[in-house]
T-cell receptor, first 113, second 110 residues
Framework: SQTIHQWPATLVQPVGSPLSLECTVEGTSNPNLYWYRQAAGRGLQLLFYSVGIGQISSEVPQNLSASRPQDRQFILSSKKLLLSDSGFYLC????????????FGPGTRLTVL | GEDVEQSLFLSVREGDSSVINCTYTDSSSTYLYWYKQEPGAGLQLLTYIFSNMDMKQDQRLTVLLNKKDKHLSLRIADTQTGDSAIYFCAIRGNDYKLSFGAGTTVTVRA
């Protein structure tokens, strides 16, 4: 069966510090991968998606970036965090075809102070 | 992207039925999903419906789709305290990206 992991679970970082959030998927090959952000009391905003290694599409221009160094690894990064980067970051995966259902990880709670 | 609207809050008494509504704008939607989010957790897929279906039932869950009115609903029968959560509808268009509503917070009271 497929599982998706995210770490860390929670993170408190000062403004201007770098960020690296990691997401890994097990039990499937060549998944589509997604990074979402959920602000407090809000819906989900798609940040990045990837259909393969090294293929990243950005949905929202901002100071975040994403990378996919391996088939089942997706990393969200920033060189300098802003207060507005605080939120709940969710990684998801899907496979093309069938229902294209997206399955979500447990999330990372990021607080920028 | 597509606009997806949901009411923000729903309060229901334990044992009653809950109905959560969602409207969307894109007529090219293919799959429509309902997710549940408990506090501090990720999103859990509850059910989905294909756009050529009108209804889908899965145990206590019933999904109704009115494609003409672009209206999707989720009915939870015999609502329990464990059903308290935020419920998101999500619409898939012609690509593999999902458009999410803002979520409906369901509170189950004794």
């Amino acid at each position: 069966s497929q599982t998706i992991h995210q770490w860390p679970a929670t993170l408190v970082q000062p403004v201007g510090s770098p960020l690296s959030l990691e997401c890994t998927v097990e039990g499937t090959s060549n998944p589509n991968l997604y990074w979402y952000r959920q602000a407090a009391g809000r819906g989900l905003q798609l940040l990045f998606y990837s259909v393969g290694i090294g293929q990243i599409s950005s949905e929202v221009p901002q100071n975040l970036s994403a990378s996919r160094p391996q088939d089942r690894q997706f990393i969200l990064s920033s060189k300098k965090l802003l207060l507005s980067d605080s939120g709940f970051y969710l990684c998801a995966w899907s496979v093309t075809g069938g229902t294209d259902t997206q399955y979500f990880g447990p999330g990372t709670r990021l607080t920028v102070l | 992207g597509e606009d997806v609207e949901q009411s923000l809050f729903l309060s229901v008494r334990e044992g009653d039925s809950s109905v959560i509504n969602c409207t969307y704008t894109d007529s090219s939607s293919t799959y429509l999903y309902w997710y549940k989010q408990e506090p501090g957790a990720g999103l859990q897929l509850l059910t989905y419906i294909f756009s050529n279906m009108d209804m889908k039932q899965d145990q206590r869950l019933t999904v109704l789709l009115n494609k003409k009115d672009k209206h999707l609903s989720l009915r939870i029968a015999d609502t329990q305290t464990g059903d308290s959560a935020i419920y998101f509808c999500a619409i898939r268009g012609n690509d593999y990206k999902l458009s999410f509503g803002a979520g409906t917070t369901v509170t189950v009271r004794a």
